[in-house]
C-alpha cells in the first residue's frame, strides 16, 4: 500500500484544514457574531485594523466589546492608537496600568497631538477609550494587561512657535505611525489591534495635487502591505446613509437588521464600486476617492455596514467647551496650521 510521509500529510492536512476554515466564514457576520469574527481574525493575522469614524458612538461601542472579551485578552496585549501624542507615551502607560496619574496629566496625550481641529466629541472619545481600557486592565493579571500606544509623533506646543516647525511634524505622522506599529508589535511578535480612521489602512486611495489626480500610496497601511504583506487585515466602517448600491446590499444581507459585517474577498459586497460608497465630494463632485474602476475587495477586506440611520456621535464632555484657556491655545495653534480639511471643524 502507498504511504504517505507523516510530516508531509500532516502539512497537507493542515493546508486542508486552512484552506477548508477560510471557505467557510460567512459572508455577511451579524451583530451577535461581530466582536467574535474580529477576534478569530487573530487566528490569521498579526495586525487588524480597525477603521472608525472619529466619534462615532457605535465604533466606540464596538470597541469596547472587543477589549471586554476574554478571547481578546488571551491573544492580544497591543492597542496602537490614533491620535494620542507620543511625547506622552509614559503617562499614557502608567494611566493605563492602573496607576495614580492625574487626568490633567494624561490627557496632554489627546489634547496635544496633532489634531487641533478636533472638537469636544473626539477629544471626549479617546478620554472614555482609554478609561475603560484602564478599567479592563483593572481586572485582568498583568500577563494580560493591554497596553495603548500612542501613534501621532511626539510634539511639544510649547516649543512650536512657526508654521513651519507644525508643518514639518505634520509631515511625519505616516513615517511614525508605521514606524510605531512596526517595532512595538511586528519587532517583538505581538499581535495588535490598530484604531485609526478608515482612510489610514484602505487602499487603492488617490487625492488631487497641483498635476492632478494621483494614487495615495504613503498611509500607514499602504506602508505596512509594503513592509510586511499578508500581516495587516483592514476593517473599515462604511458612514451610514442612502448609497447607490444601498437596495441591492440589504437585499443580499438577507436582513434588514444592523450592523453587519460584510467579508469582501470573493463575495459579491467586494465586487462592488468603492466609488459608490465614498462621502460626496460637494466642490469636485467628479473627483472620486479611489482610483477608478476600484471594488470594495480592493479597498479593504471587510466592512461594517450599519444601515441607513444617522451615525450617532459620542456625548461631549462639557468640561471642554469651558475650558477657556485651552480654547486660546488651540487658537493659536491653528494660527501655525494649513486649512483644515473640509468638515473638521464642529466637534467631528
Known amino acids: 500500500m502507498f504511504k504517505v510521509p507523516v510530516a508531509r500529510f500532516s502539512s ?37 485594523g480597525l477603521g472608525e469614524i472619529h466619534g462615532c458612538q457605535a465604533d466606540q461601542d464596538l ?21 494620542l501624542n507620543a511625547l506622552y507615551q509614559e503617562d499614557l502607560d502608567r494611566y493605563i496600568r492602573g496607576e495614580n496619574v492625574p ?5 496632554r496625550a489627546w489634547r496635544d497631538s496633532t489634531g487641533i481641529f478636533i472638537g469636544p466629541v473626539i477629544r471626549t472619545t479617546y478620554q472614555q477609550f482609554l478609561s475603560e481600557v484602564r478599567a479592563v486592565n483593572h481586572s485582568v493579571p ?31 505622522r505616516v513615517e511614525f505611525g508605521a514606524e510605531v506599529i512596526e517595532r512595538e508589535t511586528i519587532g517583538k511578535r505581538q499581535k495588535a489591534l490598530l484604531v485609526f480612521a478608515s482612510a489610514w489602512f484602505t487602499r487603492n486611495k488617490q487625492h488631487m495635487t497641483a498635476n492632478g489626480l494621483v494614487p495615495w500610496t504613503d498611509t500607514i497601511g499602504g506602508r505596512l502591505d509594503r513592509d510586511f504583506p499578508g500581516r495587516l487585515y483592514v476593517i473599515a466602517s462604511l458612514r451610514s446613509g442612502e448609497y447607490p448600491v444601498t437596495a441591492k446590499l440589504e437585499q443580499l444581507i438577507g436582513e434588514p437588521a444592523s ?19 465614498g462621502p460626496a465630494n460637494t466642490s469636485a463632485p467628479n ?8 471594488t470594495m475587495a480592493q479597498v479593504a477586506d471587510a466592512v461594517i455596514y450599519r444601515g441607513r440611520a444617522t451615525d450617532r456621535m459620542v456625548r461631549p464632555d462639557p468640561s471642554y467647551e469651558a475650558d ?14 494649513p486649512a483644515p480639511p473640509p468638515g473638521a471643524r464642529g466637534g467631528r
Open 259 to 277: 450592523p453587519v459585517l460584510l467579508r469582501l474577498h470573493g463575495t459579491v459586497f467586494g465586487s462592488f464600486d468603492a466609488n459608490e460608497f
Open 142 to 172: 498583568d500577563r494580560l494587561k493591554l497596553r495603548v500606544i500612542a501613534a501621532d509623533p511626539p510634539l511639544d506646543w510649547a516649543k512650536v512657535q512657526a508654521p513651519a516647525e507644525f508643518r514639518s511634524i505634520l509631515g511625519k
Open 287 to 294: 473627483v472620486h476617492s479611489y482610483i477608478d474602476g476600484t
Open 12 to 48: 497537507v492536512a493542515a493546508m486542508l484544514t486552512l484552506a477548508l476554515s477560510v471557505s467557510a466564514q460567512p459572508e455577511v457576520v451579524h451583530e451577535k457574531d461581530i466582536v467574535k469574527a474580529i477576534v478569530d481574525q487573530f487566528d490569521k493575522s498579526d495586525l487588524v
Open 63 to 83: 470597541r469596547f466589546q472587543i477589549i471586554h472579551s476574554k478571547a481578546f485578552a488571551r491573544k492580544v496585549h497591543i492597542i496602537v492608537v490614533e491620535g
Open 324 to 337: 477657556t484657556a485651552y480654547a486660546a491655545e488651540l487658537k493659536r495653534r491653528a494660527s501655525l496650521a
Open 103 to 107: 487626568l490633567e496629566q494624561v490627557q
